[in-house]
């Protein structure tokens, strides 16, 4: 194990970050990562345990306690407090083929299911894990290693989110020639055109990318199958096909002046204005801007959280985030959120930081309602409607959510952004392939075997599955290649 009595000898310390009031003026990583020194003593704190929570990725009352990939916590965690940080490459690498992405962006189940933090702060796994990784590149051992025979059978992935790109790496490791189609012109799905730069930079995915391609992966960008390539053309041109094509349906709100000018999907505020970004920083104008305008973002999750960093950065007017939910306490409740469920606890995160920063004040409105848009003469959005809302548990204990009297209120806005989650993925493609969907219009298929009603084809990663993590994604494309390669070779060592 780390060091034996490293947890009572160093204080958690995870990543720094840079200060708000200085980050808000740039899109690169607002974060530091840790020195080796820091790493090595965070690495000390791991104790070990008989049941490693950390590692054991589940699911529990609808969320994930542990890490839905397996990661070998304790065993990296030791290896770093001592010194070896070749083979604790070596290791994450076993669970994970990108640890730089979750390392950066994933919440972290496996810190809330950590033994340390039932009565302490838990180890900072996420930023050990991220450590071990960038030294990995910046020593070169993170190289290209193309498998030494080929099965002469061909793949297709449709979808290049890390569903798709863990599925492509596993599938060339066992040696098949993997395609993967991509629609956008960059691959990397939401972890380039939903998640910010400053939160994770295409340049980690485009250093991803080419290390892929180095083993041989071929990536067709601006390609949509069921348009730009005929999706009946799959069955023959492929032995097999992986579905990742996400879960991109946006959530509604359906209420009078939805239709006004100025009122936007999150998507499409974040996805132009990463493209015009990273195409020309941001000087061809073609992206929703929020300069100057008085923005509120409907939804209090990470999207929208998304929403207020890159609109601060775009040097928006004013700033609010609405959340229908209350807010909730700083600390989990042992009784309804108990270790090692992933606490639901209030977080103040980046974005939250930054809006604070700029305007003074956390940006979010809680219990708020959005009843209705309200326009100028041109049909643009000028006000948003609202009232508050309290939740009743009625006598079978289901929650009812009532407005409650004289908390009507009215916003000025003229950038409205709707950040309330995904329905589901897009139905195109599984109706011109024939695959069942479920009432939910997720891809029906089991996890586990990721199999379809049609054979030859597997799904997986949010398609399957619904909006979720980047680590829930890896770990359905590193399961849907292993029941790939076992359909086509009849077998398979892939974990
Ligand atoms: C704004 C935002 C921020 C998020 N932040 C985080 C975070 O910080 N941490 C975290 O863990 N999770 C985060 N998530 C969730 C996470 O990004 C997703 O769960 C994950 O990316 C899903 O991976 P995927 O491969 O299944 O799908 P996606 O990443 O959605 O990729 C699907 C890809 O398929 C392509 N595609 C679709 N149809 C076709 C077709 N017919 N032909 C070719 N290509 C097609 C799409 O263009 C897309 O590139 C966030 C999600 C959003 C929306």
Not at 269 to 276: G, I, P, Q, V, W
Request: charged residues 25%; contains cysteine; proline residues 5%.
């Amino acid at each position: 194990m780390g060091k034996a009595t490293g947890f009572m000898e160093y204080e958690r310390q995870a990543v720094k970050e840079r200060t708000p009031d200085k980050r808000v003026k740039d899109w690169t990583d607002y974060t530091i990562p840790l020195s080796t020194e820091e790493a090595e003593r965070q690495g000390a704190r791991c104790m070990d345990c008989g049941v490693p929570t950390c590692q054991t990725g589940m699911e529990m009352t609808g969320g994930t306690s542990g890490c839905p990939v397996y990661h070998l916590i304790p065993e990296w965690n030791d290896l770093v407090y001592r010194g070896q940080w070749k083979e604790a490459l070596r290791r994450e690498h076993l669970m994970n083929n990108f640890p730089e992405f979750t390392g950066t962006a994933c919440p972290a189940p496996c810190e809330g299911a950590c033994v340390l933090g039932i009565n302490e702060q838990p180890v900072a796994i996420r930023s050990v894990e991220r450590s071990i990784i960038e030294r990995g590149f910046a020593e070169g051992w993170v190289v290209p290693e193309p498998p030494k025979t080929r099965t002469g059978k061909k793949v297709a992935v449709i979808g290049s989110g890390p569903a798709g790109l863990a599925a492509a790496a596993q599938l060339n490791k066992a040696g098949h020639s993997v395609v993967v189609f991509e629609r956008s012109d960059r691959p990397g799905g939401l972890l380039t055109y939903g998640i910010p730069e400053m939160k994770l930079p295409y340049e980690m995915v485009e250093r991803r990318i080419r290390i892929l391609e180095q083993e041989g992966i071929e990536f067709r960008t601006n390609t949509e199958v069921g348009k730009d390539y005929p999706a009946s053309a799959l069955q023959a041109d492929f032995a097999a096909v992986i579905m990742c094509t996400g879960a991109a349906v946006h959530r509604d709100v359906e209420v009078e002046g939805r239709q006004l000018g100025g009122v936007h999907y999150a998507m499409d505020f974040l996805h132009s204005s990463t493209k015009s970004l990273l195409d020309s920083n941001l000087e061809d104008g073609k992206f929703i801007s929020a300069k100057g305008k008085d923005v509120i973002v409907i939804g209090g999750g990470d999207t929208g959280t998304d929403c207020l960093a890159t609109a601060v950065r775009h040097d928006c007017r004013s700033l609010v985030q609405f959340d229908v939910y209350e807010q909730k306490d700083g600390v989990r409740d042992e009784v309804s959120n108990p270790w090692p469920q992933y606490p639901r606890i209030h977080r103040v995160e980046y974005g939250h930081k930054e809006a604070a920063s700029v305007f003074g004040s956390d940006p979010r409105a809680y219990a708020v309602m959005t009843k209705k848009f309200v326009g100028d003469e041109a049909g643009n959005v000028k006000e948003v409607h609202t009232v508050g809302v309290k939740v009743r548990i009625d006598e079978h204990g289901n929650r009812i959510r009532e407005e409650i009297l004289g908390t009507e209120r009215v916003w000025k806005a003229d950038l409205v952004l709707l950040a309330i989650g995904f329905s589901g993925p897009e139905q195109e493609l599984p109706q011109q392939l024939e695959i069942e969907v479920e009432a939910n219009t997720r891809v029906k298929a089991e996890h586990g075997r990721f199999t379809t009603n049609r054979e030859g084809f597997f799904a997986a990663g949010d398609m399957r599955r619904g909006q979720s993590l980047i680590v829930w994604a890896i770990n359905e494309g590193r399961g849907a290649a292993r029941e790939c390669d076992r359909f086509l070779m009849g077998e398979t060592v892939l974990p």
